[in-house]
C-alpha cells in the first residue's frame, strides 16, 4: 500500500485507539490535542502531534501544517454544549475548520456525528429518515453536518454514532445510583469504541463517501433487561427501571448495506 496520511482532529477516547489502529496499518497519521501536557503521549504513539484549539473566533495552532498533504481527514470534535460551564458555537467553529479545510488539498472527510440529530423521533430511524433534533447538541452538529455535505470540493461522509461505550465508558455506572428510572422498555441504542473504529477503517477501505451512516450495534435489549444482565456482571447495583406499556420508542438501524453485512462481526455489546 502507498502511504497514505490521515488527520485526525481530536485524539481522545475515540481518536487516540483509531490512530494507533491506522500507523499499525500503515498510514501516516497526524493527530490534534488541545492540550500542551498531551502532546508527548500523542507523540510516544507514533502520531505527528498538533496542538490546536477551535474557538468561535479564531482556530489556534498550525492548523495549515496539519491539514497539508493529507488523504483523509477524520473530524471528531464533539459540540460540548452539555455542563454549566461557558458554552462556544460548535457551528462557528466548525465554519472556521471548513475555511481552511478549502484552502487545504483535502478531499475525504469523514465528520464523526450523533445519532442525537434525529431528535425525539419514534420507530426505527434509519439513514432515510429526516433528522428532527430538539436539544442544542443536536441542531449544531445538523448544520455542521450540512456544512461540509453540501461543499462539492469534499466527499464527505456523515457518520452518526449511538451511545459509545467501551474501556472507561459505560452508562451503567451511573445509572447503578438512580432509582425510578423511566422508560425500562424502550431499547438500547449503542456502539462499543471497537465498532466505531471498525466502520472508520472500512470506510476508507471501502470508498464509503458522500453518504450518512447509523454507526449503531445491530442489537437492541431493553434498558431494564440490557442494564440489569450488565449490572450484574460488574457487581454493581441493579438499576431501578419503571416499564410502560404502549409507548413507542426510537430504534436507531442502518439501511446501508456496507453496515448490514458488518452486522454479525460487530463486538458483543455485554463484554
Known amino acids: 500500500m502507498t502511504k497514505q496520511t490521515i488527520g485526525i482532529l481530536g485524539i ?16 501516516t497519521v497526524k493527530g490534534t490535542t488541545t492540550s500542551l501536557a498531551k502532546i508527548d503521549n500523542v507523540r510516544a504513539a507514533g502520531i505527528k502531534p498538533y496542538q490546536i484549539k477551535l474557538s468561535e473566533h479564531h482556530i489556534t495552532g498550525e492548523i495549515e501544517d496539519f491539514l497539508k498533504d493529507l488523504n483523509y481527514l477524520i473530524i471528531n470534535v464533539p459540540p460540548g454544549l452539555r455542563g454549566t460551564g461557558p458554552k462556544e458555537s460548535y457551528v462557528k467553529k ?40 430538539i436539544s442544542e447538541s443536536g441542531i449544531q452538529l445538523l448544520t455542521s453536518e450540512n456544512l461540509f455535505r453540501k461543499d462539492s470540493s469534499l466527499n464527505t461522509t456523515i457518520l452518526r454514532f449511538a451511545g459509545l461505550i467501551g474501556p472507561s465508558r459505560h452508562p451503567v455506572t451511573i445509572l447503578s445510583t438512580k432509582k425510578n428510572l423511566k422508560d425500562g422498555n424502550a431499547p438500547v441504542n449503542l456502539i462499543h469504541l471497537d465498532d466505531c ?3 472508520i477503517k472500512s470506510i476508507i477501505l471501502e470508498d464509503q463517501w458522500d453518504t450518512v451512516l447509523n454507526g449503531v450495534h445491530p442489537e437492541h435489549p431493553s434498558k431494564r433487561d440490557y442494564y440489569t444482565r450488565i449490572a450484574k456482571t460488574r457487581d454493581l447495583k441493579i438499576p431501578d427501571y419503571q416499564l410502560v406499556k404502549n409507548k413507542k420508542y426510537k ?15 460487530f463486538t458483543s455489546l455485554y463484554d
Open 12 to 27: 481522545g477516547w475515540l481518536g487516540l485507539p483509531l490512530a494507533k489502529e491506522f500507523i499499525a496499518d500503515g498510514y
Open 94 to 133: 466548525m465554519q472556521l475548520l471548513h475555511l481552511e479545510i478549502q484552502k487545504a488539498s483535502v478531499k475525504h472527510v469523514i465528520f464523526v456525528s450523533s445519532t442525537a440529530v434525529y431528535g425525539n423521533t419514534t420507530g426505527d430511524v434509519d439513514e432515510e429518515t429526516i433528522p428532527q433534533p
Open 197 to 199: 473504529i471498525g466502520i
Open 251 to 265: 430504534k436507531i438501524v442502518t439501511c446501508r448495506s456496507f453496515l448490514i453485512k458488518r452486522g454479525s462481526f
